[in-house]
């Protein structure tokens, strides 16, 4: 299985500051194709996960533009700029390339 | 897009139970369906999938509990169900019924609860 392993937050993070989270898999998410199969969900507390990114740096439909996820074969960062309330909960980067789908451990983000 | 899980509660361990998940406000032959469970305070879990019409709705399942999990679909009434036996303590979570959009999960139900306990 590909293992994803994210990192932590400096928790509490001001408001207003950037915070960036970054994941790593164990194995190259590049696909032959040149598309590169990493998705980004943000689980506020209390709620389903929703899908922020896309492919490693699309956009979902109706997330804002604060958000932005960039990387390479095995490395991954989600920059979200001027962290507002709307932003808390916990993050999980997620792999589409092979089964089984796999997760990372979440990355949580606290305002200050 | 709506998506209602239900047939969650508590079993013992060994026992079964069957979700159901009604989807609406999609067609529902069009798109692949996973199953993803959530232990409280952990990652998220992939089961399975199923796929859609065009696909067979052949299924892929997570080692962890092939063999012991089934995933299915009713194309007429547009549920998806997860058949669990031989359930364990450690399938204690919540299971979500998720839709599977080229290489991504972009519509998630609210859950049901499992606990697997004596």
């Known amino acids: 299985d590909i293992v994803m392993t994210q990192g932590a937050l400096p928790n509490p993070v001001p408001s207003g500051e950037s915070a960036s989270i970054t994941c790593q898999s164990s194995e190259s998410l590049l696909h032959s194709n040149g598309k590169t199969y990493l998705n980004w969900y943000l689980q506020r507390p209390g709620q389903s996960p929703q899908l922020l990114i896309y492919r490693m740096s699309t956009r979902a439909s109706g997330v804002s533009d604060r958000l932005s996820g960039s990387g390479s074969g095995t490395d991954f960062t989600l920059k979200i700029s001027s962290v507002e309330v709307e932003d808390v909960g916990v993050y999980f980067c997620q792999q589409f390339l092979e089964y089984p789908w796999t997760f990372g451990g979440g990355t949580k983000l606290e305002l200050k | 897009v709506k998506l209602l899980e239900s047939g969650g509660g508590l079993v013992q361990p060994g026992g079964s139970l069957r979700l159901s998940c009604a989807a609406s406000g999609f067609t529902f032959t069009d798109f692949y369906m996973s199953w993803i469970r959530q232990p409280p305070g952990k990652a998220p879990e992939w089961l399975g999938v199923i796929r859609n019409k065009a696909k067979g709705y052949t299924t892929e399942y997570n080692p962890s509990v092939k063999g012991r999990f089934t995933i299915s679909r009713d194309n007429t009434q547009n549920i998806l169900y997860l058949q669990m036996n031989a359930l364990r303590a450690e399938d204690t979570a919540i299971y979500y019924c998720?839709?599977?959009?080229?290489?991504?999960?972009?519509?998630w139900g609210q859950g049901v609860m499992v606990t697997v306990s004596s």
């Open positions: 998720v839709r599977d959009y080229m290489y991504y999960f972009d519509y």
